[in-house]
């Protein structure tokens, strides 16, 4: 037993997706939660500024007392997942292996898209895993740059978003069976990117994947909160503005949540 937190990085709001299913799945335990709005989207950034501003936002949460570190962003798991999860001695859990062993398991024809930010798709990493786990796949990388934008200033539900989602998304179609949202903000647009696709493609949400494992490591270290105790005490920080996060947080989680800006 561990009644600590379980602690949440993004670089915006994208990680609420993760932290939803967590409560969905998970709902003893308690949240931390760390939203780098004022510097995203990580993205389009250099590898080394996004590793810098992962590891503040890893520093940030050790100070709240974290009994895990899940990043809830592919793009800061893409480039210092491997780094910070050998420097901790708590567990750090990722959003990519989940995401491409959830694609495997679901695609027929074995052909998987994959979306992200330019970061994620320059890295290859989505491939790299899938082919390492199934070496027969075919995998269809393509970067969406300008989906994070949208879901930050949140837009999810203008003609604009619409437009850019169809328009993003033309080069995949017919191409795959399973698309893997390899970006923790899609999710928000999930709705659209479902129309656009097509009913027969299933989208594999990378974020609601990673909750499984992390309920399987919370039993592996028996570290699980106590069911004895009812009062849980979120907490969600934003770089940015607290107002616009709290909007997006509220619409989309199942609980209204406080949020306190901080300074990093
Ligand atoms: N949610 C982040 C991800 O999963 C978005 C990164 C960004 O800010 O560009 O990759």
Redesign the pocket.
């Known amino acids: 037993m561990d009644n600590r937190p379980i602690g949440f990085l993004?670089?915006?709001?994208?990680?609420l997706t993760v932290v939803r299913e967590l409560m969905r799945q998970l709902p003893h335990e308690e949240v931390v939660y760390i939203g780098?709005s004022a510097?995203?989207?990580?993205?389009?950034?250099p590898a080394q500024e996004i590793k810098k501003y992962t590891w503040e936002l890893v520093r940030f949460l050790l100070t709240k007392d974290v009994k895990m570190i899940v990043f809830?962003?592919?793009?800061?798991?893409?480039v210092a997942w491997e780094e910070v999860k050998e420097k901790l001695d708590i567990p750090v859990l990722g959003?990519i292996l989940p995401g491409s062993s959830a694609a495997i398991k679901s695609t027929v024809s074995g052909n998987i898209g994959v979306i992200?930010?330019?970061?994620?798709i320059a890295s290859n990493i989505y491939e790299k895993k899938i082919k390492d786990l199934s070496p027969q796949m075919t995998v269809n990388s393509l970067a969406c740059?300008k989906f994070?934008p949208i879901v930050?200033s949140n837009e999810i539900q203008s003609s604009v978003a619409k437009k850019i989602v169809y328009e993003s998304l033309a080069p995949l179609a017919g191409k795959v069976d399973t698309l893997v949202l390899?970006?923790?903000?899609?999710p928000l647009l999930r709705n659209i990117i479902q129309n656009v696709m097509g009913p027969h493609v299933k989208l594999i949400d990378?974020?609601a994947e990673c909750v499984r494992d992390i309920s399987v490591l919370l039993n592996y270290f028996e570290i699980n909160r106590s069911r004895n105790i009812d009062n849980k005490k979120h907490c969600f920080y934003t770089t940015a503005n607290i107002a616009s996060f709290k909007e997006i947080a509220d619409s989309w989680l199942p609980v209204t949540v406080k949020v306190e800006h901080v300074r990093l």
């Not at 510097?39 to 950034?45: E, I, K, L, Q, T």
């Not at 809830?72 to 893409?78: F, I, L, V």
């Open positions: 993004d670089s915006g709001v994208g990680g780098d510097r995203a989207p990580y993205g389009p950034r809830a962003c592919n793009t800061a798991t893409a959003v992200g930010t330019p970061m994620t740059p994070v930050e390899g970006c923790t903000h899609y990378s974020g």
